[in-house]
């Protein structure tokens, strides 16, 4: 079926149409849930319909699934990255697509969009490279002629629950170690971005089909949070990925340990950047931009509290407002455009009603603090003069919105960094080394992200992902974080004819 609009003909080419089913089990497409439409944030018009899974669907592709982990389990490791592989190179064939439909679905601006995508392909390298290093250890053992050596093996299932803010790359991030790793993969992508959801599946899918793997490898739902509380209760599943809200989160966490599953959580953060009296003051004005303004302030890792330094406060100030008069606010497809809309008109009426808060609690709003009339989900970046005391600031409004504060030790900005519930990114700007060992030390950034001279958001892949507290505790993409998706056992082997026992104890 043709698109309404002749700008949302491309998607054709990554596989899409007007109306389009949006569950993937045991290699063929269905769906007997609701039919909901994916909307353009940037002027709230339909792109296309998807009729998302029903539990009877759930329950399907769980049970194929499980059986299909019994098959992909027994693939060699270097076999599996190459499957990776190729679903990397099947990526960067549809980057300028998929990154388009990323923009215009989600609403970040096309840079960002392609972005995302291109993080994926970077995960799919890095994962190929992992294939071939899941190594344990051989240790030495106190008894003659025994060994003992660390084993690795698949989990089975990883479930990956995903947010709109980044509706594809955190699929990267889980999706591309776990499969590396010997474990199938079910989806439930977010339910205000089901294209890219049936998208990135349909190349999945295409890459197993090639290879003449079950395509149950690679299950996906589009649903809300009944398919999501079924993967939590899902003993099928042994580890849960979930990305969200810390409230969300946080029942995710205890639905699973209620059946001793594991959970791999990616939560809310509250992050600071922290400008010191010695810091370049041009480069710290241009990663502050970065950081609050980049996706609307829908990164989880978003800078939503600025620290100065009370002797460069007014300075970075005035430098800061400058350029948050020129940021071009507009349509995220567009060249040029830095603020594109906000990805719903709820996140917007959450906006307004964050703006009114902050009036009420009489602090001093110094640029934006408005929606734009419109007919997309446009808000005005804002910058507030606050107290780090007030409550307003322990919270993640999910927004453009950057509290200012001062400060006049570093004791005092790492304490107020480390003040708040949540604890994902953060970010210091110093020459000074003794500053710098500090901020990263045991009495400094209590954050999973400690950054020096660079914004909090942007991480790379190479790195271990995630925070502190109530940002979650799980780790994904780069490091060892491979570890999570896997099991460890312990293995003791004797290949002498003798019993020694550990400890020197004589059972006899």
């Not at 209760?233 to 969200?244: A, C």
């Not at 991480?459 to 570890?483: C, L, M, P, Q, V």
């Amino acid at each position: 079926m043709s698109f309404e609009r002749k700008e949302y003909e491309f998607l054709s080419e990554i596989g899409l149409s007007s109306s389009n089913l949006g569950c993937f089990v045991n290699g063929t497409w269905k769906g007997n849930g609701p039919v909901v439409s994916s909307l353009n944030p940037a002027n709230n018009q339909k792109i296309a319909e998807v009729r998302e899974a029903s539990i009877q669907d759930y329950e399907e592709g769980m049970h194929v699934c499980h059986e299909a982990a019994k098959i992909w389990m027994q693939v060699p490791a270097p076999k599996r990255g190459e499957i990776v592989r190729q679903i990397g190179d099947a990526l960067r064939a549809k980057l300028q697509q998929l990154g388009r439909l990323v923009s215009l679905e989600m609403g970040k601006i096309l840079p960002e969009g392609i972005g995302e995508v291109q993080e994926i392909i970077d995960m799919c390298d890095f994962a190929v490279g992992l294939s071939r290093q899941l190594n344990g250890s051989v240790i030495p053992s106190e008894r003659p002629n025994h060994m003992m050596l660390e084993m690795w093996n698949p989990l089975g299932i990883v479930g990956i629950i995903t947010a709109f803010n980044f509706p594809c790359a955190v699929l990267g991030w889980n999706a591309c170690i776990a499969l590396v790793c010997g474990n199938c993969v079910v989806w439930k992508g977010a339910p205000t971005t089901p294209l890219v959801t049936v998208a990135m599946t349909k190349l999945v899918a295409g890459v197993l089909e090639k290879n003449n793997l079950p395509g149950a490898i690679f299950t996906a739902f589009c649903g809300g949070a009944e398919i999501g509380e079924a993967m939590a209760k899902d003993t099928r599943i042994p580890l849960v990925s979930f990305t969200g809200s810390s409230k969300v989160g946080l029942k995710v966490q205890q639905t699973v340990n209620e059946r001793f599953g594991k959970c791999l959580l990616e939560l809310s953060g509250n992050n600071a950047i922290i400008v010191m009296d010695d810091a370049d003051i041009q480069l710290a004005v241009r990663s502050v931009l970065f950081a609050a303004v980049g996706t609307a302030g829908q990164r989880c890792t978003t800078c939503r509290r600025l620290l100065l330094h009370e002797s460069i406060y007014k300075k970075v100030l005035e430098q800061l407002l400058v350029v948050y008069k020129q940021v071009k606010i507009g349509d995220p497809l567009e060249k040029g455009t830095l603020l594109g809309p906000l990805h719903t008109s709820q996140s917007r009426r959450n906006y307004k009603k964050g703006i009114e808060t902050i009036k009420l609690q009489a602090w001093k709003i110094l640029t934006g603090g408005a929606v734009i009339e419109s007919e997309g989900n446009f808000v005005q970046p804002t910058i507030v003069e606050i107290s780090p005391d007030a409550d307003v600031v322990k919270e993640e409004l999910f927004a453009p919105v950057l509290y200012v504060m001062k400060f006049q030790t570093l004791k005092e900005a790492i304490e107020i960094n480390n003040s708040v519930p949540q604890g994902l990114s953060s970010s210091i700007f110093t020459r000074n080394p003794p500053v710098i060992f500090k901020w990263i030390g045991p009495q400094g950034s209590d954050c999973g992200i400690v950054n020096v001279n660079i914004p909090t958001n942007g991480a790379e892949i190479g790195g271990a992902f995630g925070g502190e507290k109530a940002t979650g505790g799980g780790r994904e993409a780069g490091s060892d974080s491979w570890k999570q998706y896997m099991r460890r056992s312990t293995c003791t082997i004797n290949y002498g004819n003798e019993l020694p026992l550990a400890q020197g104890i004589n059972f006899c």
